[in-house]
């Protein structure tokens, strides 16, 4: 079936060190969207990307839909404790969403 | 208060039994889904419901089986043709807009101990 690629699966980072997440998909995507899921949660919607090369930020977080609408990514700028979690993207492929493996962020003690 | 209720938060059964999920809505959604996730690993789909009395096996339904009577309900019950039916099992809901593919609005999941 269709697949997206996620990666990294783990990034260990000090706090206050950088994080990115990338996802592709084979197949262009109607949009994407990224979840976070904390340890022991549930999944959590945090944005939709729909047009093509759009780019959209939340504080720290900046995510990017390529232009072809085959691929994402999620950067979070100077790690804190609460970014910790694994962190989703979704693909939107008619009514689904393809699901990638996830990226789980590990801050270093 | 809306969102999705999903009972119990954790679940122990013997080995061979059925057991059923419990996945509660009030959000008004069309559309309503199960969710396999293991150990470290990302969701998949088990199955998927668009509207009452309709759904549709997802990548790994062998083992399950769903209902969807009412709008608001989605149960789903693990049966003993499971091999591993040990994970957390998520339901999660979407709008169902008719357009692209929706945001998908979780439970807090059903932990599943099999001894």
Not at chain 2, 47 to 69: M, W
Not at chain 2, 79 to 103: E, H, M, V, W
Request: aromatic share 12%.
């Amino acid at each position: 079936g269709q697949q997206v690629m996620q990666i990294p699966q783990y990034q260990h980072v000090q706090e206050g060190e950088d994080f990115t997440t990338y996802c592709n998909s084979s197949t262009t995507l109607s949009n994407i969207q990224w979840y976070k899921q904390r340890p022991g949660g549930h999944p959590v919607f945090l944005i939709q990307l729909v047009k093509s090369g759009e780019v959209k930020k939340q504080k720290r977080l900046t995510f990017q839909f390529g232009e072809a609408k085959k691929n994402s990514s999620l950067h979070i700028t100077a790690t804190q404790t609460t970014d910790v979690g694994t962190y989703f993207c979704a693909g939107g492929l008619g009514y689904q969403l393809i699901w990638g493996a996830g990226t789980k962020l590990i801050i270093k003690p | 208060d809306g969102g999705i209720t999903q009972s119990p938060k954790y679940l122990f059964r013997k080995e061979g039994q059925n057991v059923t999920l419990s996945c509660e809505q009030n959000l008004n959604h069309d559309a309503m889904y199960w969710y396999r996730q293991d150990p470290g690993q990302g969701l998949r789909l088990i199955y998927y419901s668009q509207i009452v009395n309709d759904f549709q096996k997802g990548d790994i339904a062998e083992g399950y089986s769903v209902s969807r009577e009412k709008k608001e309900s989605f149960p789903l019950t693990v049966t003993s043709a499971q091999k591993n039916p040990t994970a957390f099992y998520l339901c999660a809901s979407s709008i169902r807009s008719g357009g692209a593919a929706d945001t998908q609005y979780f439970g807090p999941g059903t932990r599943l101990t099999v001894l």
